[in-house]
């Protein structure tokens, strides 16, 4: 009796991670569907693509925990989809509606590769642990993630606002300027 309750309790957490894990495995799969060299590369393997997209992150953030290449694993994982998508935007066989987003990313990411010796430096002095390449690898993750759009986020919130100030300050400063030449 025991037993069967044993691998009743087995078969009900197997459907109950089934009906969890299923759903983030097809929204995982839906998300990177586009990058079709990763769909061929699985579909020859016989792998599920979330299976291969959750190993090749998983390995990579180990490596990076473990301090093996992580600024290279961290700038190579911000730039391989990204960079698919731009190709296939400048080819015209992408989704010409990712274009706005790309180039929001692409700023983000040059913005956070030129502060990148800054933030290093400010982490490792607030924090007593070096976490930054971590921290960094899910922020890059995180800025171009098809659901979190991170980028738009960061440019929306952020980057908009202080452009706007700038501009109209320019604008400001080259009317006052012009006024006072015509004058």
Known sequence: VSTQSTWGYLNHFSFVMESVIDPIYDKLEKDFASFKPLIFFCYLNKIRPAHFILAILGVSFAFVIVGLAPNFLTLLIGFVYPAYLSIQIIEGTGDQANSEFLLTYWLIYGLLAILDGFFAKLFHFLLPINVYYQFKFLFVLWLFYPHSRGADVIYNRVLKDL??????????????KGKAKSE
């Not at 452009?163 to 006052?176: C, F, K, L, N």
């Open 163 to 176: 452009i706007a100030r700038i501009s109209d300050e320019d604008v400001v400063s080259g009317e006052t």
